[in-house]
């Protein structure tokens, strides 16, 4: 069955220290690959996506993601983190027929 | 603001009745997207439209549909409606040139739907 999983429903860091949010995906074919973050009280917003090409996408607001095909997974970075990047985050997947998942959602919580 | 608008911003309706969701895409987006976020699903993707014509569906129950009208704004209708409908509604548009869930899409701020 096709399913997005994103591990951890919360991680904590420092502000300044280097985050990574994690996503695994699996579907059959070749996936379109998304992050999306929500802040209070706000819709989503489009971070990045990985369609085909260089494995390391750069999205908005310094973050970036790994495409790992090998390991089906898409974890989401930032090498340092700011307080302003609380928020929740999600991981998203389409595939053929223009299906999409999304993970449960990770929240961020960057420590003053 | 991601120039995708939803109305009403809050709903409070009781078991059984049936209520109706707004949204209109960003200018000149021709798919329009709902999406189920509660607490213990997560977000999930409800239905797809693309330029008045179904698309993609997803968990979508049988007590809910959707339509895009000629002027591609989008309503989502519940009814029947129980407790576990209480959620946030999201929809978002994206401008999808070459078909398909390939671009990114914009998401309005959500209607929160309240079951009492």
């Known amino acids: 069955a096709q399913s997005v999983a994103q591990p951890e429903d919360q991680v904590n860091v420092a502000e300044g220290n280097p985050l990574t949010v994690k996503c695994t995906y699996s579907v059959s074919g070749n996936p379109y690959l998304f992050w999306y973050v929500q802040y209070p009280n706000r819709g989503l917003q489009f971070l990045l996506k990985y369609i085909t090409g260089d494995n390391l996408v750069k999205g908005s607001y310094g973050f970036e993601a790994e495409f790992n095909k090998s390991q089906t997974s898409f974890h989401l970075k930032k090498p340092s983190a700011l307080v302003s990047d609380s928020a929740l985050y999600f991981c998203?997947?389409?595939?053929?027929?223009?299906?999409?998942?999304f993970g449960k959602g990770t929240r961020l919580h960057i420590l003053p | 603001d991601s120039g995708v608008t939803q109305t009403p911003k809050h709903l409070i309706t009781a078991t059984g009745q049936r209520v109706t969701l707004r949204c209109s895409p960003r200018?000149?987006?021709?798919?329009v997207y709902w999406y189920q976020q509660s607490l213990d699903q997560g977000l999930q993707f409800l239905i797809q439209y693309y330029n008045g014509e179904e698309r993609a569906k997803g968990n979508i129950l049988e007590r809910f549909s959707a339509q895009q009208f000629p002027d591609l704004h989008s309503e989502l209708n519940l009814s029947s409606l129980e407790l576990g409908d209480s959620a946030l509604y999201f929809c978002?548009?994206?401008?999808?040139?070459?078909?398909?869930?390939?671009?990114?899409?914009?998401f309005g701020q959500g209607t929160r739907l309240t079951v009492v």
């Open positions: 978002a548009s994206s401008v999808d040139h070459q078909g398909g869930m390939n671009t990114e899409a914009f």
């Open positions: 998203a997947v389409s595939y053929r027929d223009d299906k999409i998942i």
């Open positions: 200018s000149g987006d021709l798919s």
